[in-house]
């Protein structure tokens, strides 16, 4: 564990109670990231990936042990602590896209920054410079409805992009997608990656799994197997 | 504090305009979620408008008796039907008046102006030719009478101090009576029947209304004390009508006269009046408690209407928070905290009652309108306070309404709402 290294989990261990039963979603985690990072966590479901996705990406805290995000300690922060690391320190892409349908796409992409208190003339600005970046300069008004599934997950990686975070977050994001466009997406992070930003995929699938630098496999709630490539 | 100010700001501005999409995006709900609060606040403020036009009717009526006299009578008005309390006083007479004037012209310090006696009934009955009025007011004064009573004559002139010394059979109509009877003439110096006597119209009254709804000043004929006597004999009700200088001093004004009736009626220090003082302020304080009686009960009533209203856009947020679970779990995924989600619920909901409201205070304004032009007689008002009021009540409905959904959906756990299918 050196000093540049932007994830340190210790003993991360995740119980859920599910009537007299406990289930260990996550037992003993210990894993870091560094900055850079362009890794996929992979495992059937019920591996616990989807749990350890939650708690990256400080949508759910751990039932026990340590989680440094950059710095800071994140495993017993509050709602709101969590949700400014979530706007300052994470951009997720989902499986699902997320984007709200009534609004354009400059708007979704801005969405972040709203809560992160940027006043109205350089969220316009920086949302601009965000779709440029994944080639959709010419799309800024139009709405999710008018695009193209390909389309749709290069805005949301607009959003994730918009705020500079730490981390990029992506559960499945190729998951609603055909293979044509799976690929041009997954070539989007791969140029992210050599842009120098930390990124982190969940996926089922061994070819998107191949894009990536590392590949750490989950079963039960334990790390199978953590390789680099 | 000024960059947590600066989001707080752009996070209200989102959560409005949010609201206005979701609002315009779901038109025919928040139409229906709004018309309960509609009808809510038309029904609130026209309530309010029939109070306080009870309220301007009341002062109209009040007005008619004068703020400036005041009523020597045998039984107070503060304790009407109790009659049995009155019922074995002295009768007063009409003698008492000018003894009081005579008391009030010797004193430069008197608070009085002036003593006016008036015999009275009800149960008169005027006729001319075959047209026949039964419960006519008939009264008997003197020639000072108009300084202690409202009302202008549209014709003629009242009597003089020589007719009203000299009893002549002279009398003032008011209006309704000059109409009824002589509906297509003029009813100046014409001979009218009271009784077995024959009275001659000298004047009449402008129309003035009627006094709470229940007496009309309308229905009176005014004649001189001397001819009433003749023609109803001396054993009717007496007043004293007495008139006050400053109408801001009614209270020590009330006292002295008090004090002058007593000395008259020769009353021992700790004996019990026989006698009651009246002012108009006695039939506030009687009917005072009635008008809010009809105000709480039609607040009351009323207020239900908005609360059925209030449950239903309650409803219906409940429902935008669980179709919108995703877009709430996105929104914390992205940086929302609990309170701009709460913010952006309660924005929405208070935005469905204001233009609920707005709507529904337009509609009463309209309604008002309407029952002005159409019944000018019947007592609406509205007024700047009612607006506030409603406006307030509409932005309270909405927090009270929204509050529990609102803080539904800023518990939502952010995993679980974005995996919400």
């Keep these: 564990m050196t000093n540049n290294s932007i994830i340190i989990m210790q003993s991360l261990c995740k119980f859920y109670e599910m009537g007299d039963q406990v289930v260990r979603a996550l037992d003993s985690i210990d894993l870091d990231f560094k900055l850079n990072d362009y890794a996929a966590i992979m495992g059937p479901s019920g591996s616990g990936k989807s749990t350890l996705?939650?708690?990256?990406?400080?949508?759910?805290?751990?039932?026990?042990?340590?989680?440094?995000?950059?710095?800071?300690?994140?495993?017993?922060?509050?709602?709101?602590?969590?949700?400014?690391?979530?706007?300052?320190?994470?951009?997720?892409?989902?499986?699902?896209?997320?984007?709200?349908?009534?609004?354009?796409?400059?708007?979704?992409?801005?969405?972040?920054?709203?809560?992160?208190?940027v006043s109205p003339e350089e969220r316009e600005m920086r949302a601009v410079e965000a779709l440029k970046q994944v080639g959709l300069g010419d799309r800024i008004t139009h709405k999710p409805a008018e695009l193209s599934g390909g389309q749709i997950q290069r805005v949301a990686i607009a959003r994730a992009l918009i705020n500079k975070p730490s981390i990029i977050?992506?559960?499945?994001?190729?998951?609603?997608?055909?293979?044509?466009?799976?690929?041009e997406i997954m070539k989007i992070f791969s140029d992210l990656s050599k842009a120098g930003n930390t990124i982190i995929l969940i996926t089922h699938e061994e070819d998107i799994a191949r894009y990536t630098r590392r590949i750490i496999r989950l079963r039960d709630g334990k790390i199978e197997s953590d390789s680099r490539q | 504090m000024r960059p947590a100010r600066r989001q707080f700001r752009y996070e209200s501005t989102e959560s409005l305009k949010m609201a206005l999409f979701q609002i315009r995006a779901n038109k025919t709900r928040s139409f229906l979620t709004a018309l309960g609060v509609i009808i809510?606040?038309?029904?609130?403020?026209?309530?309010?408008?029939?109070?306080?036009?009870?309220?301007?009717?009341?002062?109209?009526?009040?007005?008619?008796?004068?703020?400036?006299?005041?009523?020597?009578?045998?039984?107070?008005?503060?304790?009407?039907?109790?009659?049995?309390?009155f019922r074995n006083r002295p009768d007063l007479k009409v003698e008492y008046a000018d003894q009081l004037n005579r008391i009030i012209t010797d004193d430069p310090h008197s608070e009085l102006q002036i003593a006016v006696p008036q015999m009275?009934?009800?149960?008169?009955?005027a006729s001319y030719k075959d047209k026949t009025l039964e419960?006519?007011?008939?009264?008997?004064?003197?020639?000072?009478?108009?300084?202690?009573?409202?009302?202008?004559?549209s014709a003629g002139r009242?009597?003089?101090?020589?007719?009203?010394?000299?009893?002549?059979?002279?009398?003032?109509?008011?209006?309704?009576?000059?109409?009824?009877?002589?509906?297509?003439?003029?009813?100046?110096?014409?001979?009218?029947?009271?009784k077995n006597q024959k009275v001659r119209i000298i004047g009449t009254f402008r129309k003035q209304g009627k006094f709470l709804g229940l007496f009309s000043f309308d229905n009176q004929i005014i004649m001189p004390l001397g001819a009433f006597e003749k023609i109803y004999g001396k054993n009717q009700f007496t007043t004293i009508r007495v008139k006050i200088k400053d109408q801001s001093r009614i209270e020590p004004a009330k006292e002295e006269l008090l004090g002058l009736m007593r000395r008259i009626r020769r009353l021992e220090a700790g004996q019990e009046e026989n006698f009651s003082i009246n002012?108009?302020?006695?039939?506030?304080?009687?009917?005072?408690?009635?008008?809010?009686?009809?105000?709480?009960?039609?607040?009351?009533?009323?207020?239900?209407?908005?609360?059925?209203?209030?449950?239903?856009?309650?409803?219906?947020t409940f429902v935008s928070v669980k179709e919108r679970t995703r877009e709430i779990g996105l929104r914390k995924a992205l940086g929302a905290r609990r309170r701009t989600i709460l913010l952006q619920f309660l924005i929405e909901s208070v935005m469905i009652c204001l233009i609920g409201g707005v709507t529904g205070l337009g509609i009463a304004l309209l309604i008002t309108f309407a029952i002005q032009i159409i019944v000018p007689d019947f007592p609406v008002q509205f007024s700047p306070d009612l607006v506030l009021a409603s406006i307030l009540v509409s932005v309270i409905t909405g927090v009270i309404s929204g509050l529990a959904p609102a803080v539904t959906a800023s518990k939502l756990d952010p995993a679980d709402s974005l995996r919400y299918e």
Excluded at chain 1, 87 to 108: A, D, W, Y
Excluded at chain 2, 120 to 125: G, L, P, R
Excluded at chain 2, 283 to 297: C, V
């Design chain 1, 53 to 117: 996705m939650n708690i990256i990406g400080c949508l759910d805290t751990p039932t026990s042990g340590t989680y440094e995000l950059n710095g800071q300690q994140v495993a017993d922060m509050d709602d709101d602590e969590l949700a400014r690391i979530r706007n300052r320190e994470i951009g997720f892409v989902f499986q699902t896209f997320n984007l709200l349908p009534r609004l354009n796409c400059l708007r979704n992409v801005e969405l972040p920054l709203i809560y992160a208190g």
């Design chain 1, 169 to 183: 977050l992506a559960d499945e994001p190729t998951g609603n997608l055909d293979t044509a466009t799976s690929i």
């Design chain 2, 40 to 85: 809510g606040i038309v029904a609130i403020t026209m309530m309010g408008t029939a109070i306080n036009g009870i309220d301007r009717g009341f002062d109209k009526s009040l007005a008619m008796l004068g703020y400036d006299v005041i009523y020597v009578q045998k039984s107070s008005w503060s304790t009407m039907g109790k009659w049995w309390l």
């Design chain 2, 120 to 125: 009275s009934t009800y149960q008169a009955t």
């Design chain 2, 135 to 153: 419960q006519v007011f008939s009264l008997g004064t003197t020639h000072d009478y108009l300084q202690t009573a409202s009302g202008a004559l």
């Design chain 2, 158 to 194: 009242f009597f003089t101090l020589t007719e009203s010394a000299g009893s002549d059979m002279v009398g003032v109509v008011g209006d309704d009576i000059a109409s009824a009877l002589f509906p297509n003439e003029s009813a100046l110096d014409k001979l009218i029947q009271l």
């Design chain 2, 279 to 316: 002012e108009q302020k006695a039939f506030k304080s009687q009917l005072d408690p009635i008008k809010n009686g009809i105000a709480i009960a039609g607040i009351f009533i009323t207020g239900l209407s908005l609360f059925v209203g209030a449950i239903g856009i309650m409803n219906i």
